[in-house]
């Protein structure tokens, strides 16, 4: 039997292509997401809305893009990560289109917007666990840091570009007009992955022997979960998994201080230290820009670690070090008295952040394997819960406290989450716990 795969004298990059892809995929949906923050108060306008009825609308994308990790994570194990990464994309597509679509003056405006936004965030749920579930068939586990690294830069990239490009766009064309183009963005990212992607690589016309070789023969290692073949993990052992809600709880910690920096820092900027609009738009730019540079880097430290030192120290210490080094910066840079150099020291904070982000995905999929998106659906929901936290409690701290209480919280945060890693053994693959559970049955 002729084989469909394409000899090559060394391992191809089909796999790099891929994470490159999603990575522009996740870098959209942040555009989907941050869109309508810019485009507000037009909104506002055309539909009558006060501020407490926007922030409804502005609410209703986190709420279903949280209870919807774990249902996401399960259909993307269930289905094949290729084909509900390629559905999370198109959704998002059509529900970003149909926020734009609404006529000025429809009935019930409040209702509608919100569940519009309510249902993108159910469509864009899949995208990471999905992401997860492909890379435990794909990525061998010295090469996780890196490709997470490089897809959580399109978080960094996405939210970093959203405000001006939206911003041009409104200008130009209208609101309308930018929730249009992120659509059809949205649409081209999704049908790529489609074109572009399998579920395995054994399936892939274009990989090589060598890359197939490579993939397979790290995956088959002792004390890395296999994400290939075999039945998917029952809830007993992904629920009843230390090293799980160590993850999530950790994950929860730097889900809260990184969306400090998402939500709240212009205006702490602006209103707190005083700068104008242009100064405080482009130093709230630099978290995000230090979130993408951290993520591709600490991703790529962590894989040169795991090689060298084993994967606790490559993955875990990583993960220790960017949230102990992240609470530093955090602690330090809200006590700074110059708004720039506070603004500078923060930024640092989230940089060192997210050098730990690829970590988290990188276990998550060491240690799930067919189940990865459902163990990292639930691991995200956590971070998506610590991010609806931070919405809610910063402005109240600050308002009772100042807002370096609010800065101090988020650092206490980052130790406890710092100290969770500690306890977490990356080399405890679920499917090896379950079959010690039923051998011992």
């Not at 289905?79 to 009935?107: E, K």
């Not at 399936?203 to 088959?220: C, K, M, P, T, Y």
Request: net charge positive; charged share 10%.
């Amino acid at each position: 039997m002729k084989s469909n795969h394409v000899p090559l004298a060394r391992p191809g990059r089909i796999r790099w292509l891929l994470v490159v892809t999603i990575a522009i995929v996740g870098a959209i949906s942040f555009l989907d997401r941050v869109n309508i923050s810019v485009a507000g108060a037009l909104i506002a306008h055309q539909f009558r809305l006060n501020d407490p009825q926007l922030g409804l609308v502005f609410g209703g994308f986190p709420l279903g893009y949280m209870l919807f990790q774990i249902p996401g994570g399960w259909l993307a194990d269930r289905f094949g990560p290729r084909r509900m990464l390629a559905f999370g994309a198109l959704w998002s597509a059509a529900f970003t289109s149909l926020t734009a679509s609404a006529p000025s003056g429809i009935s019930h405006a409040l209702m509608v917007l919100w569940s519009v936004r309510f249902l993108l965030g159910v469509g864009e749920a899949v995208i990471y666990p999905a992401a997860n579930r492909w890379q435990a068939s794909w990525i061998p586990s010295r090469e996780r840091g890196l490709a997470n690294g490089i897809i959580f830069a399109g978080v960094g990239t996405g939210s970093a570009f959203a405000p001006p490009l939206i911003t041009a766009i409104v200008v130009r064309a209208g609101w309308q007009a930018s929730f249009q183009v992120c659509a059809l963005l949205g649409l081209g990212t999704g049908l790529a992955w489609w074109w572009l992607a399998r579920d395995r690589p054994q399936d892939h016309s274009r990989v090589g022997v060598l890359e197939l070789n490579l993939i397979e023969q790290e995956i088959a290692e002792p004390g890395i979960a296999h994400g290939t073949d075999g039945a998917r993990l029952p809830w007993r052992v992904i629920l009843g998994s230390k090293n799980v809600w160590s993850l999530t709880f950790s994950y929860f910690c730097f889900g809260y201080t990184a969306f400090i920096f998402f939500s709240w820092f212009f205006i702490y900027l602006t209103r707190e230290r005083g700068l104008n609009l242009k100064a405080g738009a482009l130093y709230a730019a630099l978290p995000l820009v230090a979130m993408a540079v951290g993520s591709s880097g600490g991703g790529l430290v962590a894989d040169a670690i795991a090689q060298r030192a084993g994967r606790w120290w490559g993955r875990c210490g990583v993960g220790f070090l960017g949230l102990a080094l992240a609470a530093v910066f955090v602690l330090l840079g809200s006590a700074v008295h110059a708004a720039s150099s506070a603004a500078l020291v923060l930024a640092g904070g989230a940089g060192a952040l997210y050098l730990a982000q690829s970590s988290y995905w990188a276990v998550s999929a060491d240690l799930g394997g067919t189940s990865s998106g459902t163990l990292s659906g639930l691991m995200n929901m956590g971070a998506q819960l610590g991010g609806a936290l931070t919405a809610t409690f910063t402005p109240v701290i600050a308002g009772r406290l100042g807002w370096q209480a609010s800065f101090v919280v988020a650092a206490i945060l980052c130790a406890l989450g710092a100290v969770t890693w500690l306890a977490v053994r990356p080399d405890r693959a679920l499917a090896s716990v379950s079959s010690q559970v039923q051998r011992s049955h």
